[in-house]
């Protein structure tokens, strides 16, 4: 969104997000947009994403003017998920496969439908050029009828006869096989949508709980990885009331409730040679096979770019420094963006005196385009809110239930108070330091608006997956709504000079200060 | 007998068993109610000093309502992060998902001129909206204030125990919605085991204070006659909004009522019994 900001992108496809209240810094995500050229957005609503540029905050202040953004939206009604076919994939590599319930009303589509028929019109637009370029453009393989034509693919088939594959075991390096992710590899195994299966496991069956035929987990449906670690060196079971897989002496092969992660055949007291390779040099009694040495690791000296043991920093904005390591207040290796317009404070630094904290509620979905939406749910949580202590609320004069205003170094919102003892002000060496709790379900469009805690906190992430630091900032409160007009939005101001390096992953990180 | 419909011969009555001790605040009872029923919101309005409760009452449109309590010590919390009194606290931000108590001495049936509340083959008490004339007589005859008029139609309205659902054979949409088995349904009858048995499960665990409210009681303590809606509470009833007492305003039945007292007194005797054969296995 940086690279949109400073000039550098100049279109996006936003489907099923809403990076105008839904991602950190929602200020800055809004003016990035401002600079599209053109902008496609796909959702169930008519979100903020699609709207910034007639009611946004800035365009409500008068800091930017509709006329002046030149970015062409485009907004796409989106099929639901009940209105569409496909698979979820859980954090548990869980592939459960979901029919379609209904047919989408009026000109919804599936995201599916919609890129199938965007590279079909993208090809007839290419056809017949023979300019080297276009070549992949023109000759993509591209000849889905459905989800599950996907998901075959996916899978990996023999390109002779187009068979799909039984597993990753089944590829080959020479061209005579095609798959579209190995670790996904039989989940169409015997032409059937293994994700599809739905039979639950039979509670009275010894490991039934195990139900290995709902869905299909990756890789090669196994439920548990490392599960050699369910037995002792000897192969046999730690617990007889815990067993899961463990080596059968007499077929001379490991076994069990789920399909074992280990070289099956491989016994409990195998021991390579000493000039033994890879899987071969990993012992029958080292259950971590996707690790060099076949074990656990407590100390992983590679692999993560910060670490390799967990210490304490503070938040990149924090009220006090750091009373581990004086000297370092915040992760070194934390990836963070410096540049005017994603400005942080100094710990300590007076005029932020309060910590803020984002959070969900049980009503609402994310930034709220599923949920604020749906008088159901609207009706439970209606309106923004803060939730503050009764002290804070004291001394700043915010009543229960009345307006309050929060700002931070990037921007300025209102919400209702909710005054509760939950929240419990925090005494950090001399200092008491109070804790605003923000929920992030709202944004200022549809039938219930409300402000973004995402216009509050920063462009942060953590060093190793970008995680956004939005569970800890600084900020100031006060009784009242937010002031409005020109001007009043803290934080942006003009790109800094030249180019701005690209900072989006963690390998092209600038060194930190 | 009366006119008074306190049972319906050959009914199998059936209610709810609401455990507070279980629910998580999370409103799926709230949502699915008005889903099923095909109830409107009913305005989006942000209210104060009710915590998470937006929705604040059970009215016409809302016939399931998740009540939250939160019961931190009022007063100068101390400016200190304490973390085993934070826990403290969130342990008691008690939630109660409230509903029609379908009583046993049903005070909107009581009042109903037109016949439009009746008691059903599951001895659960609903409303006929087509029968209904919008007299308002159920509003204050009910000592929960369950009953409400609609605004727009005048029509009185509030939970039917999913009467449709039941006569197909299908558990209410409340009870199904639960993801915590908060709200149970069940027969009556197996319903008033379940929840004694929690109770001693409760107390077995140390929580002295879970009581059941609108079952298990005396006769001279009973609650409208006993509530085919009935609560397991670990507060006093009032901090959920609910009468210590509660009866139907109609005396009409003073004769009938002392009958059911009868059994109702025999039954306790049994249940005061039981609690000895209980309490000397301790």
């Not at chain 1, 804790?435 to 995402?454: K, R």
């Not at chain 2, 929580?207 to 009935?230: K, R, T």
Request: hydrophobic letters at 35%.
């Amino acid at each position: 969104m940086l690279r949109a900001f400073d000039g550098g992108l100049d279109g996006l496809f936003a489907m099923g997000q809403n990076p105008a209240v839904g991602s950190e810094h929602s200020g800055l995500q809004r003016r990035a947009l401002s600079h599209l050229k053109w902008l496609v957005v796909r959702d169930l609503a008519e979100i903020e994403t699609a709207t910034f540029w007639k009611d946004g905050p800035e365009v409500r202040s008068g800091e930017l003017r509709t006329e002046d953004i030149a970015t062409e939206v485009f907004l796409m009604p989106a099929a639901s998920y009940v209105e569409k076919e496909g698979c979820f994939t859980n954090t548990e590599r869980l592939l459960q496969w979901r029919d379609k319930a209904l047919d989408p009303p009026g000109d919804c589509r599936s995201e599916l439908w919609f890129m199938d028929e965007l590279y079909k019109r993208v090809r007839a637009h290419y056809a017949g050029s023979e300019r080297e370029r276009d070549w992949p453009i023109v000759n993509l393989k591209w000849d889905y009828e459905g989800a599950e034509d996907v998901l075959r693919e996916i899978n990996g088939y023999t390109v002779a006869d187009g068979e799909p594959v039984p597993g990753f075991a089944q590829l080959e390096s020479d061209g005579s096989t095609a798959c579209g992710c190995w670790i996904y590899s039989g989940v169409f195994a015997g032409g059937v949508n293994q994700a599809r299966r739905r039979e639950p496991g039979d509670l009275s069956a010894p490991g039934g709980w195990v139900a290995p035929e709902w869905g299909w987990a990756w890789p090669a449906n196994r439920r548990a990885l490392y599960s050699r670690a369910s037995a002792d060196p000897d192969g046999r079971p730690w617990s007889e009331r815990k067993r899961y897989v463990w080596w059968d002496e007499g077929e001379r092969r490991w076994t069990g409730y789920d399909v074992p992660d280990f070289p099956v055949d491989k016994r409990p007291d195998y021991e390579g040679p000493d000039d033994a390779q890879g899987m071969d040099a990993i012992s029958g009694g080292d259950p971590f096979i996707m690790q060099a040495d076949g074990r656990g690791w407590l100390f992983s000296p590679s692999g993560l770019l910060d670490g390799p043991l967990p210490t304490h920093y503070e938040p990149l904005e924090s009220p006090v420094g750091n009373a581990l390591y004086p000297e370092i207040a915040e992760n070194p290796a934390a990836l963070r963006w410096d540049r005017p317009d994603n400005p942080h404070a100094d710990p300590g630094d007076p005029s932020w005196p309060c910590v803020a904290t984002t959070f969900r509620l049980t009503e609402h979905h994310t930034a709220g385009g599923m949920s604020r939406w749906l008088p159901w749910l609207a009706e439970l949580q209606p309106e923004m809110f803060a939730e503050i202590d009764p002290v804070l609320a004291r001394e700043r004069g915010i009543e229960d239930g009345s307006w309050m205003t929060i700002a931070s170094p990037r921007g300025e919102i209102e919400a209702r108070a909710k005054v509760t003892d939950r929240i419990r002000p925090l005494r950090l060496g001399e200092r008491i330091v109070h804790q605003v709790g923000l929920p992030w379900h709202w944004g200022f469009g549809g039938p219930h608006p409300g402000d973004s805690a995402n216009d509050l906190d920063m462009l942060a992430g953590d060093p190793n997956v970008s995680i956004q630091e939005s569970k800890a900032f600084v900020c100031q409160v006060r009784a009242g709504r937010r002031a409005t007009g020109p001007g009043v939005l803290a934080g942006v101001h003009a790109p800094p000079p030249g180019v701005a390096p690209n900072r989006d992953h963690p390998a092209e990180r600038r060194p930190h200060r | 007998m009366t006119e008074r419909a306190i049972e319906r011969e050959g009914a199998q009555r059936m209610g709810f068993f609401t455990d507070t001790t279980t629910c998580i605040g999370c409103k799926a009872c709230e949502v699915a109610c008005k889903q099923w029923n095909d109830l409107p919101s009913d305005g989006a309005e942000f209210r104060k000093g009710a915590s998470y409760d937006h929705t604040g009452e059970l009215n016409a449109r809302t016939w399931r309502h998740v009540r939250f309590v939160e019961l931190a010590e009022r007063g100068e919390p101390a400016p200190t992060v304490d973390v085993g009194a934070a826990v403290a606290a969130f342990d008691s931000w008690v939630f109660m998902s409230d509903v029609c108590k379908h009583c046993t001495n049903a005070g909107c049936l009581d009042a109903c001129p037109t016949g439009a509340l009746i008691r059903t083959e599951f001895d659960t008490v609903v409303l006929q909206p087509d029968v209904c004339n919008g007299c308002g007589y159920c509003i204050p005859a009910c000592p929960f204030g369950v009953v409400d008029r609609d605004r727009i139609d005048g029509r009185a309205a509030k939970c039917t125990l999913c009467y449709d659902r039941l006569e197909d054979g299908l558990e209410p949409a409340c009870a199904k919605a639960c993801p915590t088995d908060s709200i149970q349904f069940g027969p009556y009858d197996e319903l008033l085991d379940v929840a004694a048995r929690r109770v001693g499960t409760l107390h077995g665990r140390g929580v002295d204070g879970a009581y059941l409210y609108g079952a298990h009681d005396a006769p001279e303590d009973e609650i409208a006659g006993g509530l085919g809606a009935f609560f397991l509470l670990t507060e006093p009833p009032e901090r959920y909004g609910l009468p210590a007492a509660a009866d139907s305003p109609i005396q009409q039945n003073v004769i009938p009522a002392t009958l059911s007292a009868v059994g109702a007194g025999l039954l306790a005797a049994a249940g005061v019994a039981a609690s000895f054969l209980w309490s000397r296995h301790r």
